[in-house]
């Protein structure tokens, strides 16, 4: 679809030269959220992942684009300093697509989500985004109403997510009924199941399945012509020989959710608490499947991004 131009951008968002560049002349681009570096790792491991998820994407060709608002300024691919700052910043805000005009006007930080990422990498012309695990209905949404944005910006955000599904701290069957009703178009990469994030199978099945980046590159064409305006989830899982052990993993998730319960923790608290959880419980498994996730499918974006570039 013709989105915008570099050109019609405010000065409020900088697009890195080298992403820029790589945009201008229609070459492969990954877009990377960077929640997931400010509140989904540990200190100080997460800005060594950080640096590792963007040569990940450049490995296979492609230029990454790292997407945080540091000082007040929405950037589109991170120097290594505003990365430092991304990862070691206790002013650092989780903010999704309603809190980013906040954080701007308070020339503060921010780490965006999926959601916002999603929303800013489709603003400057990105095609393809990684992540580790979307967000999506939590368990108990009936009463609590928690259900993330990431779900209702992909229903309206054209742009090719990767990821091992969704977190499994999630109502996953939940959130692929909302997948559904939102129009997002999701895809099992070479496998047949949908993936449970730190677990190679969720349980559940995906409607469709690929086993090339250039079958997925034909179904992101195909999207171009339809004038789809929803995403599409290529779902990666990990192979079963790197999934967290099933039993470790409901029983660090069982006392997880009792722990954010009996410390009343609700709202955009709940995942990175559940996440930090897991890499406290799990005697690090939990953070070794979770670094495995995010660099294979920043490994997978950049293979999908110059397949389709
Ligand atoms: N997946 C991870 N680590 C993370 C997240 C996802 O492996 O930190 C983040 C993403 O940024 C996602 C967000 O968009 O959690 C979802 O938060 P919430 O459930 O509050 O919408
Ligand atoms: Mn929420």
């Known amino acids: 679809m013709p989105g915008p131009t570099l050109d019609d951008l405010p000065d409020g968002i900088v697009v890195a030269p080298e992403v820029a560049e790589a ?42 684009a790292t997407i945080a608002i540091v000082d007040g300024i929405i950037r589109i691919g991170l120097d290594d300093a505003a990365l430092a700052v991304i990862a070691g910043s206790d002013e650092v805000v989780k903010a999704s697509v309603r809190d980013l005009a906040v954080v701007v006007a308070a020339k503060g930080h921010g780490a965006t989500t999926v959601a916002s990422t999603a929303e800013l ?19 108990g949404a009936a009463d609590s109403f928690d259900e993330s944005a990431d779900l209702t910006t992909l229903g309206a955000t054209p742009i090719t997510v990767v990821s091992a599904g969704v977190k499994s701290i999630l109502d996953v069957a939940a959130t692929l009924e909302r997948l559904e009703t939102l129009n997002v178009t999701v895809v099992g990469y070479g496998t047949d199941r949908f993936p449970g994030f730190y677990l190679a199978d969720s349980g559940h099945a995906v409607p469709h399945r690929v086993d090339s980046p250039d079958e997925v590159a034909a179904v992101m064409a195909a999207r171009r012509t339809i004038g789809s305006t929803a995403a599409l989830l290529v779902a990666n899982p990990l192979p079963e020989d790197r999934q967290v052990d099933p039993v470790l993993h409901d029983r660090v998730l069982t006392d997880g959710l009792d722990a954010a319960t009996a410390a009343g923790v609700t709202g955009k608290d709940v995942t990175p608490f559940l996440l930090a959880h897991f890499h406290e419980a799990s005697g690090g498994e939990s953070l070794r499947a979770n670094t495995e996730i995010i660099l294979a499918n920043a490994a997978l974006a950049g293979r999908i991004a110059v397949a389709a570039a």
Not at 36 to 62: F, K
């Open 23 to 64: 945009l201008g002349a229609g070459g492969a681009v990954v877009a990377l959220e960077s929640t997931i570096i400010s509140h989904g790792l540990p200190r100080p491991t997460n800005l060594d992942v950080a640096r590792q998820i963007e040569g990940a994407v450049r490995d296979q060709g492609a230029v990454p």
């Open 121 to 139: 990498a489709a603003r400057v012309g990105i095609g393809v985004f990684a992540t580790g695990g979307l967000g999506g209905v939590h368990r």
